[in-house]
């Protein structure tokens, strides 16, 4: 199957941000993608970088105006798409959340981010509650999808999860900005990951300059060896688009060797 990145800089006009994902997906089907990803808060500023601000009207239900228009597209051009957006559940809770749509743009479900931090810059518990969905994968027409929304891909525990539920590829919508980490640390971290695990993983990363940070962009795939694929551009908007054979994960270190020797009888008492 085809998978694309689509890796946008967010202006301060949301109509245009969602117009200018909409057509990226256009774009994506042209050039004969499967499946879709999207970086973190695809149409909007990033607000988390404020310690206050009035991000909540723009928050949406899902279903809702913004997740309606994604899902529309997936059915047009049938297209399984992994979106991510700031989420008002209805109740008084808000998350971050990747909502994942079916080719015929029904929706599979909903991944809320479970670990949030605050740090310079990233004062994301002044706006997020913590995930209450667990760490789903999702059967799609392609393949065994799973979601961890940036923060969660620091925690083995999450990529694990993922692992266990038997994903074949981990979609990462991410917002990292320029010297954030070490060089090549976050790379490796997905690398080890999908080796770890046995899984395709797929960042795909914020873009631009903001108020106070600049995205790298540099969104990447890595297979279930933790080899490179596909990188897109730094600093600019871009469409990476690459091959994935799902049926490599089966015969991966990890499904070979590491999950059979396992000791989870253990592991509880260890991480209590």
């Known amino acids: 199957m085809r998978l694309a990145l689509i890796q946008n800089h967010c202006s301060e006009q949301r109509t245009e941000n969602l117009g200018r994902a909409l057509d990226a997906m256009e774009r994506a089907k042209a050039a004969g993608a499967d499946i879709v990803?999207?970086?973190?808060?695809?149409?909007?500023?990033?607000f988390p970088q404020h310690e206050a601000s009035d991000a909540r009207t723009v928050a949406e239900t899902i279903p809702g105006p913004t997740a309606d228009a994604i899902a529309d597209k997936a059915r047009d051009l049938s297209l399984v798409t992994?979106?991510?957006?700031?989420?008002?559940?209805?109740?008084?809770?808000?998350?971050?959340?990747?909502?994942?749509?079916?080719?015929?743009?029904?929706?599979?479900?909903i991944t809320r981010m479970v670990h949030i931090c605050d740090y310079t810059c990233f004062h994301e518990q002044a706006y997020y509650d913590p995930g209450d969905r667990g760490a789903p994968v999702y059967d799609t027409t392609v393949?065994?999808?799973?979601?961890?929304?940036?923060?969660?891909?620091?925690?083995?525990?999450?990529?694990?999860?993922?692992?266990?539920?038997?994903?074949?590829?981990?979609?990462?919508?991410?917002?990292?900005?320029?010297?954030?980490?070490?060089?090549?640390l976050y790379e490796a971290e997905v690398q080890t990951a999908a080796f770890q695990n046995g899984y395709f993983a797929a960042l795909c990363n914020r873009v631009g300059k903001e108020e106070?940070?600049?995205?790298?962009?540099?969104?990447?795939?890595?297979?279930?060896?933790?080899?490179?694929?596909?990188?897109?551009?730094?600093?600019?908007?871009?469409?990476?688009?690459?091959?994935?054979?799902?049926?490599?994960?089966?015969?991966?270190?990890?499904?070979?060797?590491?999950?059979?020797?396992?000791?989870?009888?253990?592991?509880?008492?260890?991480?209590?």
């Open 82 to 109: 992994v979106f991510n957006m700031y989420e008002d559940s209805g109740d008084g809770r808000y998350f971050d959340s990747s909502p994942v749509f079916e080719a015929d743009g029904s929706l599979l479900g």
């Open 37 to 46: 990803a999207f970086p973190e808060l695809a149409i909007d500023r990033f």
């Open 143 to 184: 393949g065994k999808v799973g979601v961890a929304i940036c923060y969660d891909r620091h925690y083995p525990e999450y990529m694990r999860a993922l692992g266990v539920a038997r994903a074949e590829l981990v979609v990462i919508p991410q917002a990292g900005a320029v010297d954030e980490w070490p060089a090549g």
């Open 212 to 272: 106070r940070l600049t995205f790298a962009g540099e969104s990447f795939v890595v297979d279930p060896s933790g080899n490179f694929l596909a990188r897109a551009k730094a600093l600019e908007d871009d469409l990476a688009v690459v091959d994935l054979d799902l049926s490599r994960c089966a015969s991966s270190h990890a499904r070979t060797l590491f999950w059979h020797d396992r000791r989870p009888d253990l592991y509880g008492d260890w991480l209590a």
